[in-house]
């Protein structure tokens, strides 16, 4: 049961950066003015779809919660290095972000030097 809750906490923790990424994509850039600014985070924060993401992320906890009740911290969080690896494909897809081989290399480099750390 431990492992389904790492599972559901990266879940909820992945849809978090993509929906926030997707919502302020239509926002568009950060104004300039601060009265501006007040407005385009007041919209914001009421949008919701980022809503869903404040849900998204106490879910997350909720379930990172859970997990710590199973796991040692050190051995269950490294499982949320896949986070990293999840929001480039998922980024790429929904996005067309660029995967390219220094992605590629440094997200490897992330994993592997977590399973290596993982073992030590």
Excluded: C, H
């Excluded at 998204?56 to 969080?77: E, G, I, P, R």
């Excluded at 980024?91 to 995967?99: D, M, R």
């Amino acid at each position: 049961m431990g492992y389904i809750y790492i599972a559901f906490s990266l879940i909820f923790t992945v849809y978090g950066q993509i929906i926030l990424k997707w919502r302020m994509n239509l926002r568009g850039a950060m104004p300039p003015s601060l009265i501006e600014k007040l407005y385009f985070f007041a919209y914001t924060f009421l949008d919701p779809w980022i809503i869903s993401s404040y849900v998204s992320a106490l879910f997350a906890s909720v379930f990172w919660m859970a997990t710590m009740t199973k796991f040692d911290l050190s051995y269950a969080y490294p499982f949320m290095s896949l986070s990293f690896l999840l929001v480039l494909l998922f980024s790429s897809f929904f996005f067309n972000e660029l995967i390219n081989l220094y992605k590629i290399v440094g997200i490897s480099l992330i994993m592997l030097g977590i399973i290596i750390g993982m073992r030590g």
